[in-house]
């Protein structure tokens, strides 16, 4: 999966990433199994096609992940081929942490529990002010946690309703960097490899980095993957395979 042609011999103490382009389980089964140390995922849910039929996501249309439409949706029928991946990927005593709607929640955590994961509950992203919907207007989307074995949080006082306002004309659903920064503080430690197969614009790889751990990202869209790798550079991190994948 990884391009070792020009690492240096001695790994770098900074955090590190790996950027590559293509479809999520396809990347997913090119990483060795028990390799990762936390999967944090959002992937463009299929019920945003229903919002976007109703024209509640119109501005969302024209977006810089495409020339012309928003990024296309990954179905739910691939949960089972996505969820089977991340749980090989993963190392012993690790979380899955999923971003996802209400609705995209019932599909996908039994699929994940047969795919041998436990489902621990879902935490709550409050975006502090409402959004789209005429049925109780959308405050909140869910994220989904999920463990494989057994690992203790590292804070046990962390509530499970995160606040952080959403990102206005950011990429199109772009999650605030905070609220994965919360995820990759419970879940890992300094030097560990945090994995997003649907990185977007890289969010979950800027809080991991901001943590000092290393980053592996996957998306469909060369757009993204652009933004990605400019934002963790800013961020700090050296764009070289993290030493535990030389
Ligand atoms: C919901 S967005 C991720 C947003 C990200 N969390 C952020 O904060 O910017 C989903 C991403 O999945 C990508 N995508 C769509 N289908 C994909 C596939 N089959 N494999 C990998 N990425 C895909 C899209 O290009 C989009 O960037």
């Given at each position: 999966?990884?391009?070792?042609?020009?690492?240096?011999?001695?790994?770098?103490?900074?955090?590190?990433?790996?950027?590559?382009?293509?479809?999520?389980?396809?990347?997913?089964?090119a990483?060795?199994?028990?390799?990762?140390d936390?999967?944090?995922?959002?992937?463009?849910y299929?019920?945003?096609?229903?919002?976007?039929?109703?024209g509640?996501?119109?501005?969302?249309?024209?977006?810089?992940?495409?020339?012309?439409?928003?990024?296309?949706?990954?179905?739910?029928?691939?949960?089972?081929?996505?969820?089977?991946?991340?749980?090989?990927?993963?190392?012993?005593?690790?979380?899955?942490?999923?971003?996802?709607?209400?609705?995209?929640?019932?599909?996908?955590?039994?699929?994940?529990?047969?795919?041998?994961f436990?489902?621990w509950?879902?935490?709550?992203w409050?975006?502090?002010?409402?959004?789209?919907?005429?049925?109780?207007?959308?405050?909140?989307?869910?994220?989904?946690?999920?463990?494989?074995?057994?690992?203790?949080?590292?804070?046990?006082?962390?509530?499970?309703?995160?606040?952080?306002?959403?990102?206005?004309?950011?990429?199109?659903?772009?999650?605030?960097?905070?609220?994965?920064?919360?995820?990759?503080?419970?879940?890992?430690?300094?030097?560990?490899?945090?994995?997003?197969?649907?990185?977007?614009?890289?969010?979950?790889?800027?809080?991991?980095?901001?943590?000092?751990?290393?980053?592996?990202?996957?998306?469909?869209?060369?757009?993204?993957?652009?933004?990605?790798r400019?934002?963790?550079?800013?961020?700090?991190?050296?764009?070289?395979v993290?030493?535990?994948?030389q």
């Amino acid at each position: 999966m990884l391009n070792h042609d020009s690492l240096p011999a001695h790994p770098s103490p900074l955090p590190c990433f790996s950027l590559r382009q293509g479809d999520a389980v396809d990347w997913l089964r090119a990483i060795p199994a028990a390799s990762l140390d936390l999967v944090i995922t959002d992937p463009p849910y299929e019920s945003l096609e229903k919002h976007r039929a109703v024209g509640t996501t119109t501005r969302l249309k024209h977006s810089k992940a495409s020339s012309n439409d928003w990024f296309k949706i990954f179905p739910n029928a691939r949960f089972g081929e996505l969820f089977a991946e991340v749980y090989r990927v993963l190392k012993k005593n690790t979380h899955f942490y999923l971003f996802c709607d209400h609705e995209t929640g019932f599909h996908a955590k039994p699929i994940a529990e047969a795919a041998g994961f436990r489902f621990w509950k879902p935490l709550i992203w409050d975006k502090k002010r409402i959004g789209m919907g005429y049925h109780y207007r959308a405050r909140y989307e869910f994220i989904l946690f999920f463990e494989k074995g057994k690992r203790r949080l590292n804070d046990l006082s962390i509530p499970d309703i995160i606040e952080a306002p959403r990102i206005h004309r950011g990429y199109p659903t772009e999650k605030p960097v905070e609220v994965s920064e919360i995820l990759v503080e419970q879940s890992s430690q300094h030097g560990d490899v945090v994995a997003d197969p649907f990185c977007g614009s890289g969010s979950a790889g800027v809080a991991a980095v901001h943590h000092g751990r290393h980053f592996l990202g996957n998306d469909i869209c060369a757009e993204a993957l652009e933004i990605t790798r400019e934002r963790l550079l800013t961020a700090g991190a050296k764009d070289r395979v993290p030493a535990p994948f030389q």
